[in-house]
């Protein structure tokens, strides 16, 4: 019975060889699935040419991943206690082995953020070596485990972290930048659905954020855009982005300074209002893009007097007037 299953494991194991080359004959490949005997399936080949090859850096990963072949787990026991120990070559060759895998991670965020994200696909590999270093570091091979099998959660959660410290022009924290990130997407998400520029109330709902922190980081939330991007009209002719802002004199440093501190301050204030005093007075003065809109339609929009709108208006200015941050930042401007 014995020398029956034995005998099984090996045929099978045959037909896996037989279907499957061995990796060091596929160099250009990127790893998902790796079981600890070593073998791969077919479906767990993902080519390293569905990657444009426009790709800042991709043509000398692609010479380091044809040259260095997959470790064995031989190989492996062989070369982590070395690299541990500060022996150069052998966490070169460690990190090298597990590039391919390293550079799928990266590209499946650098595609998924490609617009928004001030960092390029080259910081995002990078980003994932050092992920790598630092499993090395905690890995206990003595559990049975391959390294990338580990590796997997450092190098996801050093690329991912990259990736939101870099959506903003402002420094954000890990968890900050996640939270923005979300924000984004619930944005999106409820503006293809709503057919309009959702809420405060809204995005806070669909994120799982409070309007708080929803008003608060849709503020530091910019998006970059290039002055040398064209704009097309209807004629197909272009101009850059450059060529359309108006010549204006110089503004001071400090004037621009305390103008965006006190937009801070204003949509911190915003959000301590009612949502229907925040949308009343949004819409009355145009505040983050709303329409002006005036006392009657307003009041023909929520289908009440004009009366009342007007007293929820004067409440929401009495609230903003004794904000103490407001009133300390329009004392220190004038």
């Avoid at 426009?54 to 690299?83: C, F, Q, S």
């Avoid at 490609?114 to 206990?140: N, P, T």
């Avoid at 669909?206 to 503020?219: D, I, K, M, N």
């Avoid at 965006?260 to 925040?278: D, F, N, V, Y």
Wanted: aromatic share 8%; glycine share 4%.
């Amino acid at each position: 019975m014995v020398q029956k299953n034995a005998r099984d494991a090996a045929r099978s194991k045959s037909r896996i060889k037989a279907r499957t080359k061995p990796i060091a004959h596929h160099p250009a490949i990127a790893e998902r699935d790796y079981p600890q005997d070593g073998l791969r399936s077919a479906s767990a080949y993902i080519c390293i040419d569905v990657f444009p090859p426009n790709l800042e850096g991709m043509d000398y990963w692609a010479r380091i991943i044809e040259r260095t072949p997959v470790l064995t787990p031989e190989e492996e026991r062989e070369i982590i206690p070395k690299a541990r120990c500060g022996d150069s070559d052998a966490l070169r060759r460690l990190v090298e082995a597990n590039l391919r895998w390293v550079i799928h991670v990266a590209y499946r965020y650098y595609i998924q953020y490609e617009r928004h994200l001030l960092a390029s696909f080259a910081d995002l590999v990078q980003e994932g070596c050092i992920g790598l270093i630092h499993a090395l570091q905690r890995f206990e091979p003595h559990r049975g485990f391959r390294f990338i099998t580990y590796a997997h959660h450092w190098v996801q959660l050093h690329i991912e972290n990259a990736v939101h410290r870099n959506l903003s022009l402002l420094s954000l924290t890990p968890s900050t930048g996640k939270v923005a990130a979300h924000l984004r997407t619930a944005y999106l998400t409820l503006r293809l659905r709503l057919g309009r520029t959702p809420t405060f109330e809204e995005l806070s709902a669909e994120a799982g954020v409070s309007p708080t922190a929803a008003a608060e980081l849709s503020a530091v939330d910019l998006e970059v855009i290039s002055l040398d991007e064209p704009i097309y009209d209807d004629e197909g002719t272009s101009e850059f982005i450059v060529d359309t802002i108006p010549a204006s004199e110089s503004e001071l440093p400090e004037h621009v300074f305390f103008r965006g501190r006190l937009q801070e301050a204003l949509i911190r204030a915003l959000s301590q209002l009612t949502p229907r005093e925040r949308e009343v007075v949004m819409h009355r003065f145009g505040l983050q893009g709303k329409e002006m809109l005036s006392l009657a339609e307003l009041a023909q929009r929520y289908r009440v007097s004009r009366q009342r709108i007007r007293y929820l208006e004067q409440r929401a200015l009495r609230k903003l007037r004794a904000c103490r941050e407001l009133q300390q930042l329009w004392s220190d401007m004038f």
